[in-house]
C-alpha cells in the first residue's frame, strides 16, 4: 500500500467470500470487532459506540507488548451496508491522523470492500504507507477474511494479502518458475535449493532449506494452475528422501496443508496477492490449535518473504 502519483491517499481493496450484510455487522457490531479489529495480536476493548454522523466510537488497542493505545473515532458518513467514513487515531490528546472512507458493494455473494486513507500531505502518506508496513497495520485486513470465513463458512484459515507494482503475468511467473522461487521464499535469513520435481499439476517439488544452524526439507505438490489467476499447492515436511516427517520445530502440527494463491490485476503493473492457508485433510484439535495459534508466526515467516520478492522483482 503505497501512496500513487505523489498522492495524499493511500488505498486498499479487499474481496470476501461474504455477503455484505456479515461484512457491515463485522465492522460495526463492537462484539464482533472485537474478534478481528487491529493488526495481529492487537485485541481491543470498546467503552461506547454510537454509529451515526456526529457519533463516536471510544476504545483502546492493547498491543501484545502491553501497551494500551486509546482511540476516539468520529463518524461523518454513516449509509449502512454501503459506506463509512471517519477519522481514524484521535484520542483526548491528539487529533485524528487521517480520513477513512470505505465502501462495500455486493457481487455474487461476495463483497468488495473499498478503502481510501486521507492524509494531509503527500508526504505523510508516504511516512504513514511505511509504518503501516511495519507495524503489519494490513494484517487487520486479513483477520477480518480469517473471522467472516469462520461465521459464514465454519473454516478456520489463515489470509494475507500484499500488493506489487508489477504485471500480473510477471508476479505469477515468480511462483511456477523454480529458479524464481528459490530467490525469494525461504525466510529471511535461510537460502533454498529445489532437490528435484516439477510446478505442474499434479506433480511436486522437493526443496531443501536452511542457515548455519538449521536445516530441513519440505513438498510442494500442486493441484491448481490457471495462469495467471491462482495456483493451488499442498505443503509438508519431509526428509531428504521425500519421506513426511514431523515439524522440525513444533511436534503438534497438521501434517499436510493447502495453500491457495490468487492474483489480481488491479491496474496495468499493479498486482494483488491473497495467500490462503487452511488444513484439509484429518487433523486432531491439537493439530488445528497449533495451526490457528501460529498465524502470527505464518504472517511473519510469508512478509519476509514476500519482502524479498518485492526486492527481487524490483530488481
Known amino acids: 500500500m503505497k501512496p500513487k502519483n505523489n498522492s495524499a491517499d493511500l488505498t486498499l481493496t479487499r474481496v470476501y ?34 454509529l451515526r454522523p456526529g457519533g463516536q466510537w ?3 488497542m492493547h498491543g501484545p507488548d502491553g501497551v494500551d493505545y486509546p482511540n476516539m473515532t468520529t463518524y461523518f458518513v454513516v449509509e449502512p451496508l454501503k459506506r463509512l467514513e471517519y477519522d481514524h487515531g484521535a484520542n483526548e490528546n491528539q487529533k485524528a491522523l487521517f480520513r477513512v472512507n470505505v465502501v462495500f458493494s455486493e457481487q455474487n455473494k461476495k463483497t468488495t470492500m473499498k478503502m481510501t486513507m486521507t492524509f494531509e500531505s503527500p508526504e505523510r502518506a508516504k511516512e504513514m504507507s511505511k509504518f503501516i508496513k511495519q507495524a503489519s497495520g494490513n494484517s487487520t485486513w486479513d483477520r477480518l477474511g480469517e473471522y467472516l470465513e469462520d461465521e459464514c463458512h ?13 504485471p500480473i503475468n510477471k508476479v505469477f511467473e515468480m511462483f511456477t518458475v523454480p529458479a524464481h522461487i528459490e530467490k525469494w521464499q525461504p525466510p529471511t535469513g535461510f537460502t533454498m535449493k529445489i532437490i528435484k520435481g516439477n510446478v505442474a499439476v499434479k506433480e511436486s517439488v522437493l526443496y531443501e532449506m ?4 538449521l536445516k530441513f526439507f519440505g513438498r510442494s505438490s500442486y493441484e491448481i494452475i490457471q495462469k495467471p489467476e491462482l495456483i493451488s499447492f499442498y505443503q509438508e515436511f519431509c526428509n531428504e528422501h521425500g519421506e513426511t516427517v514431523k515439524h522440525p520445530g513444533a511436534p503438534v502440527w497438521p501434517a499436510r496443508w493447502l495453500t491457495t494463491v490468487m492474483f489480481t490485476r488491479e491496474e496495468e503493473n499493479l498486482t494483488r496477492l491473497t495467500l490462503r492457508s487452511e488444513i484439509v485433510d ?12 501460529e ?21
Open 295 to 315: 498465524r502470527g508466526g505464518m504472517t511473519q515467516g510469508w512478509n519476509g518473504s514476500l519482502d524479498r520478492l518485492e526486492e527481487y522483482l524490483e530488481n
Open 210 to 213: 536452511g542457515n548455519d544452524e
Open 154 to 166: 465454519q473454516k478456520k484459515v489463515f489470509f494475507l494479502n500484499r500488493v506489487f507494482e508489477a
Open 58 to 60: 471510544i476504545y483502546t
Open 282 to 293: 484429518d487433523h486432531t484439535s491439537e493439530e488445528l490449535i497449533a495451526f490457528m495459534n
Open 17 to 50: 467470500d461474504s455477503p455484505v450484510s456479515m461484512v457491515w455487522d463485522a465492522w460495526t457490531d463492537p462484539k464482533k470487532a472485537a474478534k478481528w479489529w487491529g493488526p495481529r495480536g492487537f485485541t481491543i476493548t470498546t467503552k461506547s459506540k454510537d
